[in-house]
Each structure stands twice: as structure tokens, then as C-alpha cells.
T-cell receptor, first 117, second 115 residues
């Protein structure tokens, strides 16, 4: 069975500092990995994904994530945090079709990012 | 496209009443998902449809919950009778045909409060 772990319920960072939101996964075969962001009173919004190719993936709003197969991780990063980045961030995984696993993505429990002015 | 549209945005109802949540997926998307979000349990998949057919409803918590998708542009999630523990934010999401590598698009959610 596939699973996602977001080990931190909350991450605090000062505006202008780099931020990292951690995600590790477990899946049979190759993973498809996703990050979503949820602003207050809104639905989840897609940020970026890794399917294949370059391990460093760039997404919306200056975010990027690095796929590390040996560590089964897909951490979300941004070089310089903004107060407006404060939100709930979700990591999700689904196995590649060739793995024969479920199409349904598994979501982590979410990490609350708080950026202080 | 206006994205995934859910209605109502907020619903307050009394215990025992029937509640119907509505969803219009993005045109052309052939997968539709219903999720429930609570502080305690996070984001839970309730049911999903492929080409209007329910594929997996193992996440539906009880028989009080039912979902339908009569056509490609409309789905409902019904709770009858509702209970206070059903209070949560319910999200509908859709994704594109052949979409193993595609992301899901979420609606803004319906915040349900059962008193």
C-alpha cells in the first residue's frame, strides 16, 4: 500500500528566509509525486509534480521540489519565503501505471506553513 | 473554464435532516472525487467515479452517505440522516482522462455544520 508522511505539522519561517516542507513516501514501483497548497477557506490548489526526468521540479509561485529516490523524499522548497505563502501544504503520491497500483493518490496529513513578517 | 464548482459553500443543518452537496466538474474531466476534510482525520477520500460510474466507495463512512453522478457534468453527495460528527469540509475534485500523471482540480468546498 502507498503512503505519505509529512513529519511536521507546522513549519515556522521568517519572511525572506528559505523554507522547506518535508515529504517522504512509500509506493511500489516508480512514484508520481504532487504538492498542493490550501489557503484558508479554499480548496487544494496544484503547485507542482514529479513524473519523470529532472529530479528538481519547479512549480507555481517560486516553489520547487526535489525528488530523491534513495531517500524516498520529495521536499518542497522556496529560496525566499513570503508572508503570503502561509498556508497548508499537502504532498500526494500515486504509483506509476506500470506498477499496477491504485490510480487514487494518497495525501499526507498536511503541513501548516507560517511565515512571520 | 470556471473550475470545479461546488454548492452550497456553507450549509448549517439540524441533526436528522437530509443534506445534499453538489458538484460540477471541469468539462472533459472523466474522474470525479469526493473528499472530506477534518482536523482530526485530515483529507479522506469518500468515493470516486470514472466516466460517471462509481469505482470505489470504500471510503464512505456509513450507509447514511450516498453519491451519484447522473451525467458527466454533475454529481451529488447526500447524507441522510445527518449527524453532528458529519460536520466537516467536503471537497469535490476532478481530473483529466488518462490522467495518471495529471493533477486533480479541487472545488472550493462545502463547509457542513450539523447542529
Amino acid at each position: 500500500a502507498q503512503s505519505v508522511a509529512q513529519p511536521e505539522d507546522q513549519v515556522n519561517v521568517a519572511e525572506g528566509n528559505p523554507l522547506t516542507v518535508k515529504c517522504t513516501y512509500s509506493v511500489s514501483g516508480n512514484p508520481y509525486l504532487f504538492w498542493y497548497v490550501q489557503y484558508p477557506n479554499r480548496g487544494l490548489q496544484f503547485l507542482l509534480k514529479y513524473i519523470t526526468g529532472d529530479n528538481l521540479v519547479k512549480g507555481s509561485y517560486g516553489f520547487e521540489a526535489e525528488f530523491n529516490k534513495s531517500q524516498t523524499s520529495f521536499h518542497l522548497k522556496k529560496p525566499s519565503a513570503l508572508v503570503s505563502d502561509s498556508a497548508l501544504y499537502f504532498c500526494a503520491v500515486r504509483p506509476a501505471p506500470s506498477s499496477g497500483g491504485s490510480y487514487i493518490p494518497t495525501f499526507g496529513r498536511g503541513t501548516s506553513l507560517i511565515v512571520h513578517p | 473554464d470556471a473550475g470545479v464548482i461546488q454548492s452550497p459553500r456553507h450549509e448549517v443543518t439540524e441533526m436528522g435532516q437530509e443534506v445534499t452537496l453538489r458538484c460540477k466538474p471541469i468539462s472533459g474531466h472523466d474522474y470525479l472525487f469526493w473528499y472530506r476534510q477534518t482536523m482530526m482525520r485530515g483529507l479522506e477520500l469518500l468515493i470516486y467515479f470514472n466516466n460517471n460510474v462509481p469505482i470505489d466507495d470504500s471510503g464512505m463512512p456509513e450507509d447514511r452517505f450516498s453519491a451519484k453522478m447522473p451525467n458527466a457534468s454533475f454529481s451529488t453527495l447526500k447524507i441522510q440522516p445527518s449527524e453532528p460528527r458529519d460536520s466537516a469540509v467536503y471537497f469535490c475534485a476532478s481530473s483529466l482522462v488518462g490522467g495518471w500523471g495529471t493533477e486533480a482540480f479541487f472545488g472550493q468546498g462545502t463547509r457542513l455544520t450539523v447542529v
